[in-house]
């Protein structure tokens, strides 16, 4: 089975700072990877599909990168409705597999 | 717009079954599979398994083999998952998702599943 590991698991920041999630596999799962922003109480929102492309309606503030092992999620500008939890998932084989999520907090 | 709408919230004692339904609708049913996604309290996000709405098949994680079995209904474009057996550790919110090649664009609300003597 595949692991997904992301780091950090928490992390504070402001309004308008520009903020990174690394996502690693445990094997290459090329770019089948997914992101996903959950807020509490509610379902996950898929971000980002396919490693690098942002799903219908997502701002552009949002960004993926990455293939193989590796991958980032950047928020350019962070703005209060993105503080919530944050999810990488591999599609490449199954038993999917999520990440163990990053808790985005205000500082 | 696809929507998938699931039953309501249950309480259930250790050693029961709970069955969770997900209505789907603004979508062909039997053009994806759906997948069951849980969260315990607090915790992340465990994927159960998957269902072709196509033909049936399915695939379940293996740490659920023998207590899960998902089924779908054409006729009124509504999937099932019944998990057997439950035990304390099965109290968490359930979710089905409209599945397109593991990637998950549209989910239910979530099921509430609490399991308590």
């Known amino acids: 089975d595949i692991q997904m590991t992301q780091s950090p698991s928490s992390l504070s920041a402001s309004v308008g700072d520009r903020v990174t999630i690394t996502c690693r596999a445990s094997?290459?799962?090329?770019?089948?990877l997914n992101w996903y922003q959950q807020k509490p109480g509610k379902a996950p929102k898929l971000l980002i599909y396919?490693?690098?492309s942002l799903q219908s309606g997502v701002p552009s503030r949002f960004s993926g990168s990455g293939s193989g092992t590796d991958f980032t999620l950047t928020i350019s500008s962070l703005q209060p409705e993105d503080f919530a939890t944050y999810y990488c998932?591999?599609?490449?084989?199954?038993?999917?597999?999520f990440g163990q999520g990053t808790k985005l907090e205000i500082k | 717009q696809v929507q998938l709408v699931q039953s309501g919230a249950e309480v259930k004692k250790p050693g029961a079954s709970v069955k969770v339904s997900c209505k789907a609708s603004?979508?062909?049913?039997?053009?994806?599979?759906i997948s069951w996604v849980r969260q315990a309290p607090g915790q992340g996000l465990e994927w159960m398994g998957w269902?072709?709405?196509?033909?049936?098949?399915?695939n379940y994680a293996q740490k659920l083999q023998g207590r899960v079995t998902m089924t779908t209904d054409t006729s009124t474009s509504t999937a099932y998952m019944e998990l057997r057996s439950l035990r304390s550790d099965d109290t968490a919110v359930y979710y089905c998702?409209?599945?397109?090649?593991?990637?998950?664009?549209?989910w239910g609300q979530g099921t509430l599943v609490t399991v308590s003597s």
């Open positions: 094997q290459s799962i090329s770019s089948y």
């Open positions: 998702a409209r599945d397109d090649r593991y990637t998950y664009e549209d």
């Open positions: 396919a490693a690098s």
């Open positions: 269902i072709s709405a196509y033909n049936g098949n399915t």
């Open positions: 603004g979508y062909t049913f039997t053009s994806y599979g």
């Open positions: 998932q591999q599609s490449y084989s199954t038993p999917q597999s």
